[in-house]
């Protein structure tokens, strides 16, 4: 597989215009791209063949430039209204006030840093704290609060809580399936059009398909595809840890070369993508049919394409989006929007 084996996809040093790079802009995802684009073709990347402009994501929204990466990019009144409700909901919630603000207030303690008295920035305290944990002691740095070495359970309580924060918006909308498809894919939906077409351009044999991308971003990202892959399942209840990745791997039968399937490991692990597929909506609305996927986590491509195709906003909706972006027809793939 392209995860745990991404060489044998690729003829070392990589051909030109056989790997695909994107990142985010700070400064360590565009190191760690690099790093990672030299130990997987046993040569370094250049500007040359990697345009600064169509790799690293700057938060600008034009064509030809990785702005799908970011959350948010289709804007609008109808999202920051979104937002904004679940922001409330979250600062009136049992979660924010049993669980987030005494952690605030103990972190703040701890770190010796005064508490913030705005709300939403109390809420930034843990996400903060436990990046810096994190940081300092995957460096090897013996500087992280005593208190994480001698209290077992304050890291996963933080890990819990600010996970928890992160889904919350996700979780507000859920009771009401067109409220959560709308915000789902305002929020981040649009990267799955991006993905499923570079999928269906490499199963339609197209010229300038790319075998391989590789892309660095943030763990917010992650925990974002996580929880709209796969709804309330266990992973998605901690952030993902240092280093995690996702991997989206598309395989052709070889007894049957015109048939696909896709799957999704996190970690190296195999991701239950297509069981979890009928809870991306409430079951009363959802337009997927329950489906268990095999042991070895291969989801049908016509069903991986159709659940992913439900959180695709449409042109009304994200024009934001589909304005900077054209996305890639096939007479086996239906229209994003009109």
């Not at 073709?41 to 929204?61: K, N």
């Not at 944990?133 to 460096?139: D, E, K, N, P």
Request: charged share 20%; aromatic share 8%.
């Amino acid at each position: 597989g392209g995860a745990n084996h991404p060489e044998r996809l690729l003829h070392s040093p990589c051909p030109r215009n056989s790997v695909g790079l994107e990142c985010n802009q700070d400064q360590k995802a565009q190191q760690c791209l690099q790093t990672e684009f030299a130990a997987l073709c046993q040569r370094p990347a250049t500007v040359e063949e990697f345009p600064t402009e169509s790799t690293v994501d700057f938060g600008v929204t034009a064509p030809g430039r990785p702005f799908f990466l970011s959350a948010g990019v289709c804007g609008g009144s109808v999202l920051s209204a979104m937002r904004a409700e679940a922001q409330t909901a979250l600062l009136r919630s049992r979660l924010f006030m049993e669980k987030v603000q005494p952690l605030a207030k103990k972190l703040a303690k701890l770190t010796s840093h005064s508490l913030p008295s705005d709300a939403v920035d109390m809420a930034a305290v843990l996400d903060c704290v436990e990046d810096c944990v994190v940081c300092h002691y995957c460096h090897g740095l013996p500087d992280c609060p005593a208190a994480f070495s001698v209290d077992r359970h304050l890291f996963s309580d933080v890990d819990l809580a600010e996970t928890a924060m992160r889904n919350f918006a996700l979780e507000h909308f859920r009771t009401n399936a067109t409220a959560y498809r709308t915000f789902a894919a305002l929020t981040f939906g649009y990267y799955f059009q991006v993905l499923l077409d570079r999928m269906q351009m490499l199963i339609d044999g197209h010229g300038s398909a790319r075998q391989f991308f590789l892309q660095v971003t943030s763990d917010g990202i992650l925990s974002l595809q996580l929880r709209m892959l796969l709804g309330r399942h266990p992973v998605t209840s901690h952030r993902p840890s240092w280093g995690s990745t996702i991997a989206y791997e598309l395989l052709q039968s070889t007894a049957s070369p015109s048939v696909y399937a896709v799957r999704v490991l996190y970690n190296g692990r195999v991701l239950p993508v297509c069981e979890q597929f009928s809870a991306l909506l409430p079951p009363e609305e959802s337009a997927v049919p329950p489906h268990h996927s095999r042991p070895d986590g291969l989801c049908p491509w016509p069903l991986f394409r159709s659940a992913l195709d439900l959180l695709v906003p449409t042109r009304d909706e994200c024009p934001a989006f589909f304005s900077a972006y054209t996305t890639y027809q096939s007479k086996h793939q239906r229209s994003a929007g009109p």
